[in-house]
């Protein structure tokens, strides 16, 4: 069985896409990147939605659930 590495999203709410669903022209991220973005958006006080792609660990998906991603 091969396993994809996981491709991450991060959107910042806004009041033009306040789910946070739009990915049109979001770059994918890898890990490392996503949380580095998903850090500088709470440290911003921005609520943002995180999309994933392939696999990724529980510890990941926690990661980001401690910044108060949404899903």
């Known amino acids: 069985m ?3 590495a996981a491709t991450y999203h991060v959107i910042a709410l ?3 896409d306040p789910d946070g669903a739009d990915t049109r022209g979001e770059p994918s991220l890898s890990y490392p990147d996503a949380l580095k973005s998903a ?3 709470k440290s911003q006080g ?3 939605r ?3 792609g392939g696999e990724q660990s529980a510890e990941q998906m926690q990661r980001f659930r401690d910044l108060g991603a949404l899903f």
């Open 46 to 48: 921005k609520a943002f």
């Open 39 to 41: 850090k500088e958006l």
């Open 2 to 4: 091969t396993y994809m």
């Open 50 to 52: 995180v999309h994933v």
């Open 14 to 16: 806004s009041s033009e």
